[in-house]
């Protein structure tokens, strides 16, 4: 596949303006780096550790905040692609091609639960490896990044939250390449511990209003959403 031109904002953050998640997953297949989703929280509370994650792997826009900074900077095919959808997504393209996965996160009877899932969600799902997200120490880290690096998957999902996962993606890429992707609470949602906003409220880009609804603690976090889409009118992102 050819090479996608990069969205450069403002603030040094690089965006991948993937126009679907086919496009994304054959881009992410060739290249076999972290995949990073990115909202509009992490484009501006970015920091140079977290812009040095996102611009050496694939950043791509999992939220509608990001979607509207591509445009800005005249990625006018840029579209949405949840990082909670976009996991199965990859499943469900490449298990029937053989492929291998690796999961990493949550509880032990949630990644317990979502791999009894996924293997009736995919009969046959090749999945080589799975723990949960609690590494007590650097001997359990160095022991999971051995038996990643040993059985050589070829995706890896992480589902630990930001930045976490993906630092500990990096360690584990250096071992071995594969494609990776930092999950957040998708073992949750897909499991049924959390429930996801219902289709119309994420279809219409108003997940966040659906959240704010349900847990109105938020509302601090939302007000910086307004800041940014206020930035990014003004074209300071």
């Known amino acids: 596949m050819t090479e996608i031109d990069r969205v450069i904002l403002n603030n040094g953050v690089r965006l991948y303006p993937f126009s679907s998640f086919d496009e994304l997953i054959e881009y992410a297949q060739d290249r076999k780096k972290l995949l990073v989703a990115i909202n509009a929280e992490k484009i501006l509370h970015?920091?140079?550790?977290?812009?040095?994650?996102?611009?050496?792997n694939i950043g791509?826009?999992?939220?509608?905040?990001?979607?509207?900074?591509?445009k800005r900077h005249g990625a006018g095919?840029?579209?949405?692609?949840?990082?909670?959808?976009?996991w199965l997504k990859i499943i469900e393209k490449l298990y029937p091609q053989g492929k291998s996965f690796y999961l990493v996160g949550s509880r032990p009877e949630v990644i317990g639960k979502t791999v009894e899932g996924l293997k009736s969600q995919f009969p046959g799902i090749n999945i080589i490896g799975y723990r949960d997200g609690y590494l007590k120490d650097e001997?359990?880290?160095?022991?999971?990044?051995?038996d990643i690096a040993g059985?050589?998957?070829?995706?890896?999902?992480?589902?630990?939250?930001?930045?976490?996962?993906?630092?500990?993606m990096e360690e584990m890429w250096q071992r071995h390449n594969a494609v990776y992707q930092g999950l957040g609470g998708s073992f949750d949602v897909y499991t049924g511990n959390v429930r996801r906003a219902p289709r119309w409220w994420v279809d219409h880009n108003l997940e966040f209003a659906y959240r704010l609804v349900k847990q109105p603690s938020r509302i601090r976090r939302q007000i910086f959403l307004l800041k940014f889409y206020a930035l990014v009118k003004l074209g300071k992102i």
């Open 77 to 86: 095919g840029a579209v949405k692609l949840p990082g909670c959808e976009l």
């Open 139 to 146: 001997r359990e880290k160095a022991a999971l990044i051995d």
């Open 151 to 168: 059985k050589k998957p070829d995706v890896v999902f992480v589902a630990m939250g930001s930045p976490k996962q993906e630092l500990l």
């Open 46 to 56: 970015a920091t140079e550790q977290t812009k040095g994650i996102i611009n050496r």
């Open 60 to 70: 791509y826009c999992d939220g509608t905040g990001a979607v509207m900074a591509a």
